[in-house]
């Protein structure tokens, strides 16, 4: 599943360390980073996505590959262990350039991922460093109804997509979340689109099924311009399928992004 990415031109690994860690709801911790490497960086918004870099358990520091281009996957892949560091994809839900920090808000799975467990427990201080690499959310000119589908891997992307998006904007967006309590509410969002959150609460559904299934349930859709779908690799391609086929959305109007999937583990 290879999307359509708009990529970085100009792209450095950036040295960061953690400034603040919230715990938003129960399935969520948004981690602040921030330090003067961020001067004179900048974000398009959208579902701006980078790789984070954080240490492995016991390691001291934070070793970053040099190189900036892709050749960095395998300079770090070359270093021992004992230095080599994690490495995940991650979206950056808001920039306060005049802070130079950046907030990433991580869904917590659970001690087995390496990332959802360094979030659980990063502290003011600690090491991380990011890298650029892109965003995918393109809709179209005058694309002004829309579908956006996520899981909660997929619902920083959705709502810093929402809170740049043109007011004139409508359309659907379905929302899964692991809890009820991690609804978020007053969301900012254009009064046409109709945002409906979809708490799993303990089914034991894998996550993205709850929101697929209601796509597929929802009698009227309005034709959308244009569709982003991001979260567990089925719910992306089970949506696209369904847009395809039952709702003849054309296939470049599709933007759909396996952002993990369940029950493997992200390469890095
Ligand atoms: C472009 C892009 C942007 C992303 N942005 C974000 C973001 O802003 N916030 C965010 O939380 N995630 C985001 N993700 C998803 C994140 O990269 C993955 O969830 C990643 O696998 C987490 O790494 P980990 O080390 O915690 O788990 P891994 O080591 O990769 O996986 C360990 C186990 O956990 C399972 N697992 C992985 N992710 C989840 C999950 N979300 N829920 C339940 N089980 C899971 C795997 O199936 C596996 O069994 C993004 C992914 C992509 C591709």
Redesign the pocket.
Known sequence: MIPKVRRFKRRRMIPLEVRANVRVSPSFSRLTLGGATLAGYSSPGR?H?VRLFFPRTRQAGLWLPSLRNDAWMAETLLQPVSRRP?V????V?EHRPDKQELD????L?GD?????AWAARARPGDPAGIFD?GYSYLPPDGADRQLLVAD???L??VLAILSAAPAALTGNVFLEVPRTADIRPGITCPAGVEVKWLPRDGAGTI?GELALEAVRNTPDLGAPSYAWVAGEAKLATGVRRHLVSERRVEKKDIAF?G????????PG
């Not at 990433?104 to 869904?107: L, M, P, Q, S, T």
């Not at 087995?112 to 959802?116: H, K, L, R, T, Y």
């Open positions: 579902d996505t994690w995940r994809n991650y979206t839900r990433i808000e991580f869904a799975h087995q991922g390496p990332a959802s690499e909660e891997s997929a920083p992307a996550p992004i952002y993990w999937r369940h029950g493997r583990s992200s």
